[in-house]
């Protein structure tokens, strides 16, 4: 069936609103659910009857790629049918037959020759098993014939946008992908690649001359590749509502093969690939990375090299951020994002040391506060950065900020008014803490931009001026005093050696709010400070749940006694002796609180 004649009877369809559907596998969707299969009737300008059984057979058997399909005759409906190829096609002929049909959209597909690794033989002449034909033409007693089979299945289906996106598919046979799901058997991409690059026998085959010639099978496969990326501008998924999901396997394909950590491919193939990737819609962008969450740790580590090498090669080499590095920085946003929904590699492989080295942060850092001149900063992609680097552009954040706060503070005195530039905090030793808070509260009235100003300490009865040591001093004693057991904001672990904020304090959220500014104006006038919270405070603070790993880093002796109580299998309540309280203590005094109001049981 021609592409030309299926968009043509797809225009026919038209959205069927109600009517009984001629269903042999079920009666219609439940009743509040509307049924997204498409009515049409058959015209004489339709393809032909076996075009229709055709497209019935593709959506017995692979679907329509809508997630939760309500047509019982598609494999995507969660109670579809499940059929082996045989029965699949009796029933697409019986649906055929009837008068009115009910075709998902996205059924009416053409399935382009393909490689699949197996060394099955194929019942459709479309399905290449390249597995077979690898065996068979590296074998010590191959033919020609045999060797220019292989030769001629790679070069026709590895240079072709369609057959690449329709190869390597789970069980060797054809499958719809939809947002979540890829349809790709990614171990059988990374078989088929490794496969290929093992095999040093030079195979037989026909060169662009039409003359017999011999190549290694790898080098065939980077010959058809880079006819394919030729292909790829612009881009046959970035732009057209015509274009499907299917096509997008293609990227995902090309990011798995091992090639692109060569260098005499960046030209031909890895640049092209990543100006690509980049020019695809976001949804398909989004829907790549989805994809990605399949890939197996050592694999996908692997495509991660790939683009740091590429990265590191480029920035070593000519000292500036050009669009390929930008590009291929863009296309490891989308790794890491993956690799962010679903852990297979620490987020510390995504660092890139010859950006962190190399990079001038202080010009990138203006880039990144001019858009509209510069769209590429790597403040934008915080993720190839390591702590030394985002603590350096912290502080030219705050640098800048201090600036503006300081012309800003002096505009204003000139046209009326008498504003100090500087935030300025007079206290006392013996009352640090309330004169702080009293000074930082006392100021706000709404406005929190006066801490943006520099910061400036006084100690009352004290002559000096801060120069920066007393601005030190003053946090030093401040935190030391805040976490002071007898102030009672915070308690001590003594398992884990860090704070926990204390419950019997939790209701002063404006006392904590303050606490809070005061470690933000340390940060900001770039104070390191000596405090020690579990790494759970900063997962919060981050959006993180947490989690019983969590509760082991602040509170080990609780940990292990929940652990024990999820491990027991007997009663709990009669071995164990607790229930639905717990007791924490408050100034010496043990005190009880439910965990559930109402709730309490046993005598605990």
């Known amino acids: 069936m021609s592409d030309e004649s299926m968009h043509g009877s797809r225009d026919k369809m038209q959205l069927a609103e109600g009517g009984s559907h001629d269903r042999p596998q079920g009666e219609a969707a439940e009743r509040g659910v509307r049924d997204v299969s498409v009515a049409y009737t058959p015209s004489p300008d339709y393809d032909s009857c076996r075009s229709l059984i055709y497209s019935y057979f593709n959506q017995i058997t692979m679907g329509c790629g809508t997630i939760y399909c309500t047509n019982r005759n598609c494999f995507s409906c969660p109670e579809g049918p499940r059929l082996d190829p045989t029965s699949a096609a009796l029933l697409a002929v019986k649906l055929a037959q009837s008068t009115t049909h009910f075709l998902c959209a996205g059924a009416a597909v053409t399935i382009p020759e393909s490689l699949q690794w197996t060394d ?24 020609v014939s045999t060797q220019l089979e292989l030769a001629d299945a790679i070069r026709r289906c ?104 060569e260098p005499e491919f960046y030209n031909t193939i890895f640049k092209k690939l990543c100006a690509s990737i980049n020019h695809l819609r976001q949804e398909h962008r989004d829907t790549i990375q989805r994809w990605l969450e399949e890939v197996k740790e050592e694999a996908f580590r692997e495509i991660i090299v790939a683009f740091q090498q590429f990265i590191t090669i480029y920035v070593n080499e000519y000292r500036c951020i050009d669009d390929h590095v930008a590009s291929a920085t863009k296309v490891l946003k989308i790794l890491w994002g993956s690799n962010q929904s679903k852990t297979r590699v620490s987020y510390k492989d995504f660092y890139n040391d010859a950006i962190n080295e190399l990079v001038d942060f202080t010009e990138d850092f203006a880039r990144w506060k001019d858009t509209q001149r510069c769209p590429f900063s790597f403040c934008d992609h915080p993720f190839v950065l ?52 009293v000074q930082i509260s006392a100021q706000q009235d709404g406005n929190e931009t006066f801490l943006k100003k520099p910061l400036k300490v006084v100690f009352k009865g004290e002559e000096g001026i801060d120069e920066g040591g007393v601005q030190k001093e003053f946090f030093q004693l401040i935190v030391r005093q805040m976490f002071d057991l007898n102030y009672g904001m915070f308690t001590y672990d003594d398992d884990s050696r860090s704070f926990w904020f204390s419950a019997t304090a939790l209701e002063n959220a404006r006392e904590f709010n303050l606490i809070g500014k005061v ?69 010496g005094v043990m005190k009880t609180h439910e965990l559930k109001p109402g709730e309490r049981r046993g005598g605990g």
Not at 158 to 177: D, G, H, I, K, Q
Not at 397 to 420: H, K, P
Not at 560 to 572: A, C, H, I, P, Y
Request: hydrophobic share 45%; proline share 5%; net charge negative.
């Open 519 to 587: 470690f933000g104006l340390a940060i900001y006038n770039s104070v390191i400070l000596d405090v020690h919270f579990p790494m759970v405070v900063y997962k919060k603070l981050m959006g993180f749940k947490p989690s019983l790993l969590d509760l082991k880093d602040c509170n080990p002796g609780l940990a292990r006694g929940l652990q024990s109580l999820l491990e027991f299998e007997g009663d709990v309540e009669e071995v164990f002796a607790r229930s639905f309280v717990v007791d924490y203590e408050e100034f």
């Open 386 to 437: 390591d702590p030394s680097t985002k603590s350096k552009l912290l502080q030219l954040d705050a640098n800048n900020q201090m600036r503006t706060q300081i012309r800003s503070a002096l505009f204003r005195s000139i046209f009326g008014g008498n504003e100090c530039p500087y935030l300025i905090l007079k206290v006392r030793r013996e009352n640090l803490i309330r004169d702080t808070l």
């Open 120 to 143: 099955s033989p194929s019942s459709s002449a479309e399905l290449v098993p390249l597995k077979k034909l690898m065996e068979a033409a590296t074998a010590a007693e191959s033919t």
């Open 158 to 261: 590895f240079s072709s946008l369609e057959s690449v996106s329709w190869s390597f598919l789970r069980n060797a046979r054809p499958c719809r992908a939809n947002e979540e799901s890829s349809g790709i058997d990614f171990d059988a991409v990374s078989d088929a690649f490794a496969a290929m690059a093992k095999c040093r026998k030079p195979i037989a085959m026909v060169n662009a001359e039409g003359a017999l010639t011999d190549s290694i099978v790898n080098d065939m496969v980077a010959m058809a590749l880079e006819g394919l990326v030729s292909k790829l501008t612009p881009p046959p998924a970035g732009t057209g509502s015509s274009n499907t999901l299917e096509q997008l396997r293609m990227f995902v394909v090309l990011l798995l093969w091992p090639g692109l950590l």
